[in-house]
């Protein structure tokens, strides 16, 4: 449960030899600034935000040129700003795919442009891995795994008894969704008595969070239990309906989310949340020197994670003023 905010190599080590290898790359001209494009997925949530100014801010420290979008949860307008990277000829593109499919074809066109690839926060399911040099980010099916074991326990102290869970999930295809699901999932199933009795989309904000749990109470078919959101910010919207409805969140509802942003601390203090799984998103640092890496021909991992702790409500007050995001 320790927090210890490094960020630590994967395992699996990369081979890539050098970059000119791999993608023949340009070295940028010496003591000219390095240009990176970033196509950002939006301003969906605190964690969105945090991570944003997290880039924005290593960037400047770097002395990295960013040149910067925000996708606004849009493939499309990511395929557009990847696309616009490539013709302002970028040293290197970097960027947090709103969903896991259909990135082949942008992805071919940055390799034939000799521009190296980073992702960063979400990965891409591609049919050919190396269209990526190298992808930072967080284990989300380890997050989901945290979220349902911290529930196995919390159940075994009461074993028997039936416990019924909504989900929202995040944004549909996305890595985190689809992940944090997955892990979830197979954590719980360890107990028949836990069960998924909706799950649906609540797109990672807060109002859809709030939208799609006013519909999961109105629905009254089953007493909701536990509610599992991916993120905070959804988990935040949920409380306002639960309160709406009379109910009392953290208590009539145990509530379950990811992420730890300041937000959820400060629901957890009120007593409103019961735990949230850091995912973190200072992620910037680390990005502009693989960035540096990358261009300069030196080898970097393919994979690199972070290390993220469980926040229960008991330590919320603790906790709060030591957080960055
Ligand atoms: O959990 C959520 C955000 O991709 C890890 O995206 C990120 C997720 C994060 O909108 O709040």
């Known amino acids: 449960m320790m927090m210890k905010k490094t960020m630590k190599f994967g395992r699996r080590t990369l081979l890539l030899a050098t970059l000119s290898a791999a993608f023949g790359a340009a070295v940028a001209a010496p003591g000219a600034p390095l240009v990176m494009g970033f196509s950002q997925v939006g301003a969906e949530s605190e964690w969105r935000s945090a991570n944003t100014a997290s880039i924005k801010a290593a960037a400047k420290e770097a002395g990295i040129t960013l040149k910067f979008a925000d996708a606004q ?13 490539i013709a302002q000829k970028v040293d290197v593109i970097a960027f947090s795919p709103v969903v896991e499919s259909g990135w082949d074809t942008v992805l071919k066109e940055a390799r034939a442009a000799k521009i190296p690839v980073i992702l960063t926060d979400r990965a891409v399911n591609v049919s050919d891995p190396s269209l990526y040099v190298t992808f930072i980010g967080s284990d989300f099916v380890e997050e989901g ?4 074991r911290w529930l196995l326990e ?6 028997g008894v039936a416990l019924n869970i909504v989900e929202l999930q995040g944004t549909v295809g996305s890595a985190p969704a689809i992940d944090r699901k997955k892990g979830f999932e197979e954590a719980i199933k360890a107990n028949p008595k836990l069960q998924i009795i909706r799950s649906q989309s609540g797109e990672f904000t807060r109002a859809k969070g709030k939208e799609v749990m006013e519909a999961f109470l109105k629905a009254k078919d089953k007493k909701i239990d536990v509610l599992f959101a991916h993120n905070d910010d959804m988990a935040i919207g949920a409380i306002q309906a639960i309160e709406e409805a009379g109910l009392k969140p953290g208590k009539d509802i145990t509530i379950i989310s990811i992420d730890a942003v300041k937000g959820a601390f400060q629901a957890m203090v009120a007593g409103k949340l019961n735990v949230t799984v850091e995912c973190n998103p200072l992620l910037g ?13 030196k080898p970097v991992e393919r994979r690199v994670t972070v290390i993220e702790g469980v926040f229960p409500a008991e330590v919320a ?7 960055k995001y």
Do not use: C
């Open 73 to 85: 949860q849009k493939q499309e307008n990511q395929v557009k700003a990847i696309r616009s990277f």
């Open 145 to 148: 795994r945290k979220a349902g």
């Open 154 to 159: 919390r159940a075994a102290k009461n074993p």
């Open 285 to 297: 640092p680390q990005l502009m020197q693989l960035a540096r890496d990358v261009v300069a021909g």
């Open 317 to 323: 007050a603790k906790e709060l003023p030591n957080r």
